[in-house]
T-cell receptor, first 115, second 112 residues
Framework: NAGVMQNPRHLVRRRGQEARLRCSPMKGHSHVYWYRQLPEEGLKFMVYLQKENIIDESGMPKERFSAEFPKEGPSILRIQQVVRGDSAAYFC?????????????FGDGTRLSIL | GESVGLHLPTLSVQEGDNSIINCAYSNSASDYFIWYKQESGKGPQFIIDIRSNMDKRQGQRVTVLLNKTVKHLSLQIAATQPGDSAVYFCAENGGNNRKLIWGLGTSLAVNP
């Protein structure tokens, strides 16, 4: 009974490169959420997607960041032209339905380091 | 032991003691609250949740208390074990299902 799967677990990029982070939700879950965490801080919401739709991207920077959740395949968080400030842990969560009373289940994150 | 989590404080308890972790939430519209446990290098793990129409909910060794009047949430862990050592976060839904709003977390250290 696989949980939320994220890969890669660690990603190193040089400034100006692109970073692609992947997330496969739990089986049966069609709602995906991306969060960012800096050391010793709580998670900060970035974007909420359903299959083929972005529902809420209010927490995502307007430039360089994009997210998708295609009909087939994992959800992708893409960061273009990375800068040092993008270094963080990025977590993906999923839930079965859009219900306020359902907990989100998290993957183990991707640690992004920018050289 | 007891702690208020606003700056990632550390709560240190002896094995077998009860722990109380506190959280002040921010949004009056929040109607769903969750406690997560995060171990080093891992993602948040769901512990227990509570809806705003309740003021107490119990799980296995854990109890969550909700005081909507003062917007306060607490997590009680009974008979704390070394495996409970982690950072604990409270999260609120801000009145909708689209995102969770997270506190800063409290680090729990259990001394054997």
């Amino acid at each position: 009974n696989a949980g939320v799967m994220q890969n890669p677990r660690h990603l190193v990029r040089r400034r100006g490169q692109e970073a692609r982070l992947r997330c496969s939700p739990m089986k049966g879950h069609s709602h995906v959420y991306w969060y960012r965490q800096l050391p010793e801080e709580g998670l900060k919401f970035m974007v909420y997607l359903q299959k083929e739709n972005i529902i809420d991207e209010s927490g995502m920077p307007k430039e360089r960041f994009s997210a998708e959740f295609p009909k087939e395949g994992p959800s992708i968080l893409r960061i273009q032209q990375v800068v040092r400030g993008d270094s963080a842990a990025y977590f993906c969560a999923s839930s079965p339905i859009a219900n306020s009373n359902q907990p989100q289940h998290f993957g183990d994150g991707t640690r992004l380091s920018i050289l | 032991g007891e702690s208020v989590g606003l700056h990632l404080p550390t709560l240190s308890v002896q094995e077998g003691d009860n722990s109380i972790i506190n959280c002040a939430y921010s949004n009056s519209a929040s109607d769903y609250f969750i406690w997560y446990k995060q171990e080093s290098g891992k993602g948040p793990q769901f512990i227990i949740d509570i809806r705003s129409n309740m003021d107490k909910r119990q799980g296995q060794r854990v109890t969550v208390l909700l005081n909507k009047t003062v917007k306060h949430l607490s997590l009680q862990i009974a008979a704390t074990q070394p495996g409970d050592s982690a950072v604990y976060f409270c999260a609120e839904n801000g009145g909708n299902n689209r995102k969770l709003i997270w506190g800063l977390g409290t680090s729990l250290a259990v001394n054997p």
